[in-house]
Nanobody, 123 residues
């Protein structure tokens, strides 16, 4: 079993930046693919970004492409999400996920989830 712990959320003004981190521990063999999803109250969880393998393959939702950057430190088992040019509509709980999936955009293919970290962007 792998444990995922997110950090780095907070309150930021529109146009600002935040960097989220997700530390993985335990059975890290399942962290071949890691992703970020986000969820707001009353809405379905949505894909944000993912990385497979040694960051050679990255994937982004259209809504964050060009503003967010996903990366990973495989030696430390940490996943990052650099979020720039934040908008109020980016406000959500951001969750980290891990799995051996080859379909990184599909949330139901991930094996482990973190508890999430709140990101609030004020206008």
């Amino acid at each position: 079993q792998v444990q995922l712990v997110e950090s780095g959320g907070g309150l930021v003004q529109a146009g600002g930046s935040l960097r989220l981190s997700c530390a993985a521990s335990g059975r890290t063999s399942v962290t071949y693919t890691m992703g970020w999803f986000r969820q707001t109250e009353g809405k379905a969880r949505e894909f944000v970004a993912a990385v497979r393998g040694n960051a050679q393959n990255t994937y982004y939702a259209d809504s964050v492409k060009g503003r967010f950057t996903i990366s990973r430190d495989s030696a430390k088992n940490i996943l990052y999400l650099q979020m720039d040019s934040l908008k109020p509509e980016d406000t959500a709980v951001y969750l980290c996920a891990a799995g051996r999936t080859l379909r990184p955009l599909m949330q139901n293919t991930y094996e482990a989830w973190g508890q999430g970290t709140q990101v609030t962007v004020s206008s």
